[in-house]
């Protein structure tokens, strides 16, 4: 009885050391296969180089679609289609901001937020009325500021270690500063962009106006270096400015899609876990880091399990989401068709962070889930991940998370340069290194890998 | 009685838990300080605009010194002194490398290998006979290399998640190529540069000749494409090769110096605490990350340490080190400098792995000295430090550790991009991140102020 009792437990020793052995072998595997012959890099530069950036109802997100589509099935999807996503179209059109800081005017760069309305096009100038915070504005006197353009001059925060610290506690003014100043009578506002650079590129990105709010003011971001330059001349005395923009929301949404690949799971195929990232970006760059990275790093996690032969027992499905950066649409509609047919969802993982070096996976789902996930922690630590203690999900799978209660992760890439290029004309492929953006692609994969071999219950 | 011992109980706790707060009160304002107000990345735009690369013995070099100590003094250094040492002189000249690919000979983009003799400027034609490793060189019969240029085409390995894995497998095919092809009568020597770069930069860096060799075949680098250009033409048929170069050590050693700016202990002023990095770089790009950046993070640690105040118990030396990538010869005089002053050191911290987000210190010190500086881990994960794991130190305080005994710690930044621009034309300025380079600093200053906290014993 005694060897028995033995038996069985060098046996259970033996085979719990086999069970780790063979996470890390696959660890390892999955790691070496996109390290050495991953193709997310190279497809990253097709996306960035042949369509650019491709805001949401543009030609360039219809041709994105296509590319999407073509990768996906080169990566080796058993399954690949398009899920139909009705989006907005906001409009850029021509723009342009002139400061007269001393004498006479001057273009500056700048970019109007997207989803605002602009000048219709004809100048609009007023004097310049700088406030460090929406507190400051909020103590000036009405007189002060009515008619004025208002110069909302926060800076982002660069103490913050991890920078989308600074990012959460800057961007209410992008988001919400036309509203803010329009309830006491200005004509306009300026903001300095939601950017921890040391350059002068402007940084675009959402804003909204309040429904209660008839008037919509319009909204320009300038760089650090203007701002800069405008809150010193600010400071000496009076400064006007001339905006000039026809950008404005379209009234019409316009027909699109997430598209979709997946690999049919060989026990449980009902059962489906989801990676993604969005195929949208804003109409400036290339969406190289957001979130051309997020959507190759998703195909790579097909194509490398299908490489190296893997056979998992749910199914996995690569999503590339339209719409993030101006509505989420994409999001919903997936959620929305998760909910109508009843699917199963394990869990769903997005990368939208950059296509940075990882360091973490943020958990946003029950305790119990988190810590069934923290105890293979160590099999993350030789690829640099050791961070799971995040609550981190993505935009595009929150509806999932939200209406479905799927478990939601996020890939956590080192965050030191993000809000260097996010939303800007330099984010682009060149901005991006190969082995930081399959480290990511690897990290992905194993988490698939880790919840199919040991499940999430 | 009991009362006391519970009175003294809660005493205690509280000045551990007062403790822990100091601790987690500096590192915060040490942070706070070279994030919002550091100066490293601004001295390293002048180091790298104004200087530019710095080759031990060159003119530029002894710029370079200039520049140090003007920079130590405006950090706030106590005191600031140049260290003579005495430095090799390697001189490039002119060099081309040609390649007869297929009918006509065509120039590339080449490299000769740092302390390596050249061609005597003179075109040194032959048949390019390519191996993969050593091994197979060896294998071959002495008539198919005799007279030949060998091109060792030894991939560096992207498989390995930490580069400087890949690299320290590769380098022996940069280190002794030379040697190995001369044993068996080759004439020359080309290699496939030890790059992780999807590009077509060649690398340099140093090489030796072995004493007992009465020859010293030239060796050029080539860069990815060009090496993947040379290994298809070599699988087809017959390629040659022309090689042509100037290069050669100088008979004399020349004058130069370590740059050493400190703030004196106020308790123990006898006891000291060096950061580092060198001065010198190879004579290609600007040497940014090789090693401007632990250059301007080394006297960033003074700058910050004085500028919130901190009266530190040891002495803080800042040493920008000479002739790190051919010699040593700083490090050397350093050490033997500490050794006849009968100099107390407590421990000496290097930054030589580039300017990069920091993810752990490398220790090479006692287990008690290492288990001492790792009950205070948890201070560091705040700023994305987590790896105290791995033995690292660093080129030019490894003398203080081999004849002083010195304990030697490394800063850690993520590897990825490294390889990429290491002893390039592309290691320039823009390829460092102020924020990077600034946290990397931080962390430095952080570990300087445990220790003097702390102590090292």
Known sequence: MKRTTLSIAICLAAMTGYGQTQDSIMFRRISDEILLHGTCYENLRVLC?????????????????????????????????????????????????????????????????????????????????????????????????????????????????????????????????????????????????MSTGMDDHPHTGSMHYEDSLAVKLPEMAIGNETADALEAACKKGAVSARMTSECHMMKDMVPSF?????????????????????????????????????????????????????RPRYTIRAVLFMNEENGNKGGHAYADSA??????????????????????????????????IRQYKHLFLPYNVYDFDHEEGGVDISPLYHKHKVPMAGLMPDSQRY???????????????????????????????????HGLE
Chains 1, 2 share one sequence.
């Open 49 to 193: 180089k042949t369509v650019g950036h491709r805001l949401s109802g543009t030609p360039a997100a219809a041709k994105a679609v296509t590319w999407g589509e073509k990768a996906m099935k080169e990566a080796g999807a058993d399954k690949v289609w398009l899920q139909k996503v009705n989006v907005p179209y906001w409009y850029r059109g021509k723009e342009s901001l002139e400061l007269r800081l001393n004498g006479s005017y001057k273009k500056v760069p700048a970019l109007s937020l997207g989803n605002s309305e602009g000048t219709g096009g004809k100048p609009m100038e007023a004097q310049v009325v700088m406030v460090g915070s929406f507190d400051e504005y909020k103590a000036l006197p009405e007189k002060d500021v009515k008619g004025k353009i208002v110069f909302f001059n926060y800076r982002f925060r660069q103490d913050f270690v991890n920078s989308f610290d600074g990012y959460g506690d800057a961007v209410a003014y992008r988001w919400n500063s036309p509203n803010v100043a329009a309830k006491r009578g200005a004509a306009g506002v300026i903001i300095r962009s």
């Open 258 to 310: 997430n598209v979709i690949g997946e690999i049919k799971g060989t026990e449980q195929p009902e059962r489906i876990i989801t990676v993604g990232g969005h195929l949208d970006s804003w109409d400036v760059g290339e969406g190289a880091h957001d979130d051309g990275a997020g959507c190759v790093q998703s195909i790579e996690v097909i194509r490398a399990l299908k490489a190296i032969g893997y």
């Open 339 to 372: 909910v109508a047919r009843k699917e199963q969802h394990v869990v769903a993982f997005e990368s939208d962070a950059g296509g940075f070096s990882p360091r973490g996976i943020g958990l946003e789902m029950s305790e119990a889930k988190k810590n069934h």
């Open 419 to 453: 809000f260097d290029v996010h939303h800007t004309p330099n984010d682009v492929f060149e901005q991006v290194n190969h082995r930081e953006l399959k480290l990511g692609a690897a990290v992905m994969a194993q988490f698939v890998y880790l919840v199919c071999e």
